[in-house]
Nanobody, 115 residues
Framework: QVQLVESGGGLVQAGGSLRLSCAAS????????MGWYRQAPGKQREWVATITSGGITNYADSVKGRFTISRDNAKNTVYLQMSSLKPEDTAVYYCRSHLGSVMNWGQGTQVTVSS
């Protein structure tokens, strides 16, 4: 089972940047597709971005052009570089691993964007 720990959240002004990290345990990290999701207060959790084991990336329309997902398999870590942040990006951001039918979630990290 993969254990995931997110970090890098915080308070930032609109237009600013943050980089989130998700450190994974386990030896199968490189085989997992990795994703970032977010959940704003009173809203359902939504998908933000995904990177496959082969490095193919996909983004939600709301973050395309502003966020970049990447991974470092040597460090068992996936990143989310967030730029041009908006108040509507405020949420708890979660990391998820996916291999076959097995999915694991991290505990989340809070991102707050002030206007």
């Amino acid at each position: 089972q993969v254990q995931l720990v997110e970090s890098g959240g915080g308070l930032v002004q609109a237009g600013g940047s943050l980089r989130l990290s998700c450190a994974a345990s386990g030896t199968m990290f490189s085989f997992n597709a990795m994703g970032w999701y977010r959940q704003a207060p009173g809203k359902q959790r939504e998908w933000v971005a995904t990177i496959t084991s082969g490095g193919i990336t996909n983004y939600a329309d709301s973050v395309k052009g502003r966020f970049t997902i990447s991974r470092d398999n040597a460090k068992n870590t996936v990143y989310l570089q967030m730029s041009s942040l908006k108040p509507e990006d405020t949420a708890v951001y979660y990391c998820r691993s996916h291999l076959g039918s097995v999915m694991n979630w991290g505990q989340g990290t809070q991102v707050t964007v002030s206007s």
